[in-house]
């Protein structure tokens, strides 16, 4: 027997989601035997490019039942049935992540229909089940509802039953839950951590913090960490006995609260951030001819560069990208040695700064540019990204060249204002790094919303 079935959700974060609609039709490989199709109220909001897609939206829900009023009917209409479904691994994880909010295990064999075409209808154009179902001839009505949809995966595994011919294929297809390679007391940890970019914190038995990092998706690093084979990997797997983090929504707030954090805590399984870490700099002179040149080498103790990198191919690359945006001089920028003019000026890409054919003044208001561009000294800024909701963006603050903190603001408040911003702050360590994490976040990401603050 076969459950065929297909859910429609509130969208949002992986795991988060909520059902707003399923229709399941039993079906013996022949005809359909049993059937349940409701609404579903979800109990969270629904996203808006969901209600655009699938016409459902909040108020339609508000009378209609919530999943544990119609979990019995789905555990009796699929018990001993394998669950078909257009991308069977979302709607079963969607329906296992619902059940076990309720404490009840649900395990069942699946089959998905994609696949199964994949296989038995290899020269398809696409396999998305609008597409699919029209290239067939297969009526749909209803499309992007659960009923629809799932009458129509119906109808489409009805004629891939009848191409497999040999009743191996799809046999073989059928997938049985695997069990979890995590260990139980490590699952545990994981279940409540969410998908969302911040720190964490690894604890041992006693409390005491082991490791610190960051991540876009701290869920699934902190699985990856469980899962490795690598000698920290099995280090934390062997002591951790917690999991504590702090959301930042910015990848840079991340990256500054974790380098900040494993200073102050010192983790033992964390690699100690040497000093030497960001081995090249980006430096300027002016040389006798009056033109500024630019060059990357290795970082001067004395010295303060205008930006740092972590090797010398990464600066290499960066110089390269801004002799092409600023069309500057490769000799002028460290990268032809040439004697006369350099290569550049040959395929006329370079003004002729390397044989004076630029004035200095010219040339240097470019190379300026790429200076001021790349080093906040002596600025008063903020860089606004992105916070840990949809109504919250996060800031940091740059005092005179100065790394000051991090906060995060509401969309509503005016934080041009001096007093109001300082009081969103919390105050964080200037140093070497913090100034290599700005700066390089600033260089590869484009849309970072950058404002300089005027003196009061």
């Not at 891939?160 to 294929?169: P, Q, V």
């Not at 805590?265 to 690699?271: C, S």
């Not at 190379?367 to 002596?378: H, P, T």
Request: charged letters at 30%.
């Amino acid at each position: 027997m076969y459950a065929i079935l297909d859910i429609e959700t509130t969208g949002g974060k992986y795991n988060e989601e909520g059902i707003t609609e399923i229709a399941v039709y039993q079906f013996d490989g022949h005809k359909v035997t049993d059937q349940f199709i409701s609404l579903v109220n979800p109990e969270r909001e629904i996203q808006p490019f969901v209600v655009n897609l699938t016409g459902i939206n909040s108020n339609m829900l508000k009378n209609a039942p919530k999943f544990y009023e119609v979990a019995k009917r789905i555990v009796e209409i699929t018990e001993d049935c394998i669950i078909v479904a257009h991308n069977a691994d979302f709607d079963y994880r969607i329906l296992k992540t619902e059940f076990k909010r309720l404490g009840f295990p649900f395990k069942r064999k699946t089959l998905c229909t994609v696949e199964l075409s994949q296989q038995l209808m290899p020269d398809m154009e696409s396999y998305s089940l609008g597409k699919l179902t029209r290239a067939l001839g297969i009526p749909v009505s209803d499309r992007h509802r659960a009923n629809g949809d799932a009458m129509a995966t119906v109808k489409l595994f009805k004629m891939l039953l009848n191409k497999d011919t040999s009743k191996k294929i799809i046999k073989d297809a059928v997938k049985i839950e695997q069990k979890s390679k995590l260990a139980p007391n490590l699952k545990e940890i994981t279940e409540d951590l969410p998908s969302d970019t911040g720190v964490y914190y690894i604890h041992d038995a006693q409390g005491n913090i082991i490791y610190i990092g960051k991540s876009n998706n701290i869920r699934k690093r902190i699985i990856q960490h469980f899962t490795n084979k690598n000698s920290k990997s099995k280090k934390i797997q062997v002591q951790v006995n917690a999991v504590t983090y702090e959301k930042t929504g910015s990848e840079l707030v991340a990256l500054l609260k974790e380098s900040e954090e494993i200073k102050k805590n010192k983790p033992i399984l964390n690699r100690a951030l040497k000093r030497n870490r960001f081995t090249q700099g980006l430096y300027s002179f002016v040389d006798e001819n009056g033109y500024v040149n630019l060059r990357i080498s290795h970082i001067k103790p004395n010295e303060k560069p205008i930006t740092t990198f972590t090797n010398r191919k990464s600066g290499i690359s960066f110089m390269n990208r801004m002799v092409e945006v600023y069309e500057l001089c490769n000799k002028l920028c460290g990268i032809d040695k040439s004697i006369t003019n350099c290569f550049n000026y040959g395929i006329e890409s370079c003004h002729g700064a390397c044989i004076g054919d630029e004035t200095p003044e010219d040339y240097n208001k470019r190379a300026n540019e790429v200076i001021l561009k790349n080093s906040y000294d002596n600025k008063d800024m903020i860089l606004i990204d992105k916070g840990r909701d949809v109504h919250e963006k996060s800031v940091v603050l740059i005092e005179d060249g100065i790394f000051k903190g991090i906060g995060f603001f509401d969309l509503n408040h005016q934080i041009n204002n001096r007093e109001i911003l300082e009081s969103l702050i919390t105050p964080m360590q200037n140093n070497r790094d913090t100034q290599h994490i700005i700066q390089s976040y600033m260089r590869r990401n484009k849309r970072l919303k950058i404002i300089e603050l005027q003196n009061a």
